[in-house]
C-alpha cells in the first residue's frame, strides 16, 4: 500500500473518531436539558468563535512550523479539558470554559489534518486524489456525526458527566492514532530553522498571498457565509424540534436525516465540478435560505427537509472551496492559510450566532 493511503486512512480514523462522541453532536440538547435557554447558547457560540477568532490563525501557523502532527496531538488534548470541564464544572461558567476548550480543540484541528493529507499527496505527486479524500472525509464526519446525533436520546438519558467521559475516552484513542502519523517532509525540511523565523516568513507568505489574490478572498467569504446557516440551523433544530411536539425518540432519527443531506451534497460537488462557483454559491444560498424559511413553519417533517436542504448545501460547496483553496495555496504556509478560511467563518459565525439564538428563541 503506498505511504500516502496508510496516512488517509488514519486521518480518516482520526476524523470518524472524533466526531462520533455524543456529548458533542448534541451539546445543544445537553444544554437545554440542563436548563439553559437559547439565548445562553446562542452566546455560548458566540465565546466558541471569539476564542477561535484569537486563536485560529496562531495555531496554524504553529501547524506550519512546530508540525501538523503535534497539532492534532494538541486538539485532541483540548477536547480532553473540555469534557473534563464541562462534567466537573456544571455553572454556566463551567459551561463557557468548556466551549472555549473545545474551540481550541477545532483551532488546532482546522488547517492541520487538511495539510497533512494534501502534502502527503504532493510528496507522491498524488494531488488528484484530494478530491476523492475530500469528499470522503464529508461522507465520514456526516455519518458519525449523524451517527452520534441518532443517539442524541443516549445523551440524555446517561446525562451530561458519562457522555463526557466517552468524550474523554474516544479522545485519548484520537492521539494513538495521531501518533503513527508521519509528518510532512516540508515541516520536517524546516527543523534547522529557527523557530521565530520559521514563523516570520510563514506569516509574512501568507499576507503577501492573500494581500494579491481577490479570488480566493471572495471564494472564502462565500464557503464561510453558506456553512454558517447550515452550521446554526442544524444548532437550533435540535431545540426547536422538540418545541415542534417531537418525542426523545423520533429526535435522534429526524437529526440523522438531516445530517445525510451531506453526503447527497458530496456527492453532488463530485457532479458539479464544470459549474462556476459564483452560480455554485448561488444555488447553495438558496437551498440554505430555504432551509431557515423552513425551520418556522412548527412542522417536523418540513423542518426536517429543510436542515436536510442546508447540509446538502453546505457539504456541496464546501468540498468545491476546499479542493480549489488548497490548488492554489504554498505547502510551507498551507495550515495557515486553510485556518484564514476558519478565522473568517468565525467572524461570520460572531455576528449571526446571538442573532440566530434571539431568532430560534422567539
Same mark, same amino acid.
Given at each position: 500500500?503506498?505511504?500516502?493511503?496508510?496516512?488517509? &486512512?488514519?486521518?480518516?480514523?482520526?476524523?470518524?473518531? *472524533?466526531?462520533?462522541?455524543?456529548?458533542?453532536?448534541?451539546?445543544?440538547?445537553?444544554?437545554?436539558?440542563?436548563?439553559?435557554?437559547?439565548?445562553?447558547? $446562542?452566546?455560548?457560540?458566540?465565546?466558541? &468563535?471569539?476564542?477561535?477568532?484569537?486563536?485560529?490563525?496562531?495555531?496554524?501557523?504553529?501547524?506550519?512550523?512546530?508540525?501538523?502532527?503535534?497539532?492534532?496531538?494538541?486538539?485532541?488534548?483540548?477536547?480532553?479539558?473540555?469534557?473534563?470541564?464541562?462534567?466537573?464544572?456544571?455553572?454556566?461558567?463551567?459551561?463557557?470554559?468548556?466551549?472555549?476548550?473545545?474551540?481550541?480543540?477545532?483551532? @488546532?484541528?482546522?488547517?492541520?489534518?487538511?495539510?497533512?493529507?494534501?502534502?502527503?499527496?504532493?510528496?507522491?505527486?498524488?494531488?488528484?486524489?484530494?478530491?476523492?479524500?475530500?469528499?470522503?472525509?464529508?461522507?465520514?464526519?456526516?455519518?458519525?456525526?449523524?451517527?452520534? =446525533?441518532?443517539?442524541?436520546?443516549?445523551?440524555?438519558?446517561?446525562? +451530561?458527566?458519562?457522555?463526557?467521559?466517552?468524550?474523554?475516552?474516544?479522545?485519548?484513542?484520537?492521539?494513538?492514532?495521531?501518533?503513527?502519523?508521519?509528518? +510532512?517532509?516540508?515541516?520536517?525540511?524546516?527543523?534547522?530553522?529557527?523557530?521565530?523565523?520559521?514563523?516570520?516568513?510563514?506569516?509574512?507568505?501568507?499576507?503577501?498571498?492573500?494581500? $494579491?489574490?481577490?479570488?480566493?478572498?471572495?471564494?472564502?467569504?462565500? +464557503?464561510?457565509?453558506?456553512?454558517?446557516?447550515?452550521?446554526?440551523?442544524?444548532?437550533?433544530?435540535?431545540?426547536?424540534?422538540?418545541?415542534?411536539?417531537?418525542?426523545?425518540?423520533?429526535? *435522534?432519527?429526524?437529526?440523522?436525516?438531516?445530517?445525510?443531506?451531506?453526503?447527497?451534497?458530496?456527492?453532488?460537488? =463530485?457532479?458539479?465540478?464544470?459549474?462556476?462557483?459564483?452560480?455554485?454559491?448561488?444555488?447553495?444560498?438558496?437551498?440554505?435560505?430555504? $432551509? @431557515?424559511?423552513?425551520?418556522?413553519?412548527?412542522?417536523?417533517?418540513?423542518?426536517?427537509? *429543510?436542515?436536510?436542504?442546508?447540509?446538502?448545501?453546505?457539504?456541496?460547496?464546501?468540498?468545491?472551496?476546499?479542493?480549489?483553496?488548497?490548488?492554489?495555496?504554498?505547502?510551507?504556509?498551507?495550515?495557515?492559510?486553510?485556518?484564514?478560511?476558519?478565522?473568517?467563518?468565525?467572524?461570520?459565525?460572531?455576528?449571526?450566532?446571538?442573532?440566530?439564538?434571539?431568532?430560534?428563541?422567539?
Amino acid at each position: 500500500m503506498p505511504h500516502y493511503k496508510k496516512q488517509l &486512512h488514519k486521518l480518516y480514523a482520526f476524523n470518524a473518531l *472524533g466526531n462520533i462522541s455524543i456529548a458533542g453532536a448534541a451539546w445543544v440538547l445537553l444544554l437545554v436539558t440542563d436548563g439553559y435557554s437559547l439565548v445562553q447558547i $446562542g452566546l455560548a457560540e458566540t465565546i466558541f &468563535h471569539l476564542v477561535s477568532i484569537t486563536a485560529e490563525i496562531p495555531t496554524g501557523t504553529l501547524a506550519d512550523t512546530i508540525g501538523r502532527k503535534k497539532c492534532l496531538i494538541i486538539s485532541s488534548l483540548c477536547t480532553i479539558a473540555s469534557a473534563f470541564t464541562r462534567a466537573l464544572w456544571t455553572t454556566y461558567a463551567g459551561v463557557l470554559i468548556s466551549i472555549a476548550f473545545s474551540a481550541l480543540s477545532y483551532n @488546532f484541528f482546522t488547517g492541520s489534518d487538511n495539510a497533512l493529507a494534501y502534502d502527503s499527496l504532493l510528496e507522491e505527486k498524488a494531488t488528484d486524489r484530494y478530491d476523492g479524500y475530500v469528499a470522503t472525509q464529508t461522507v465520514i464526519y456526516r455519518v458519525a456525526n449523524g451517527v452520534a =446525533t441518532l443517539a442524541a436520546g443516549i445523551a440524555v438519558m446517561i446525562g +451530561n458527566f458519562y457522555s463526557q467521559l466517552l468524550s474523554v475516552v474516544i479522545s485519548s484513542v484520537q492521539i494513538l492514532v495521531i501518533l503513527s502519523i508521519k509528518e +510532512n517532509k516540508v515541516i520536517e525540511l524546516r527543523r534547522n530553522i529557527s523557530l521565530r523565523a520559521r514563523i516570520r516568513d510563514t506569516v509574512t507568505e501568507s499576507r503577501n498571498f492573500l494581500s $494579491g489574490n481577490r479570488k480566493i478572498r471572495l471564494l472564502i467569504f462565500r +464557503n464561510c457565509l453558506v456553512g454558517a446557516v447550515d452550521i446554526l440551523l442544524l444548532f437550533f433544530l435540535q431545540a426547536k424540534l422538540p418545541m415542534a411536539g417531537v418525542s426523545d425518540i423520533v429526535l *435522534g432519527p429526524l437529526l440523522f436525516i438531516m445530517s445525510m443531506g451531506g453526503i447527497i451534497g458530496a456527492w453532488a460537488s =463530485t457532479r458539479a465540478k464544470g459549474m462556476k462557483f459564483g452560480r455554485l454559491f448561488t444555488l447553495s444560498m438558496i437551498l440554505v435560505s430555504s $432551509g @431557515f424559511a423552513a425551520s418556522f413553519t412548527g412542522i417536523p417533517l418540513v423542518m426536517t427537509l *429543510g436542515g436536510f436542504l442546508a447540509a446538502f448545501a453546505d457539504d456541496m460547496i464546501q468540498i468545491r472551496a476546499d479542493i480549489e483553496i488548497n490548488g492554489m495555496i504554498p505547502s510551507s504556509s498551507r495550515a495557515t492559510l486553510i485556518s484564514v478560511n476558519s478565522f473568517c467563518f468565525s467572524l461570520v459565525m460572531i455576528v449571526l450566532s446571538p442573532l440566530a439564538g434571539i431568532v430560534f428563541g422567539l
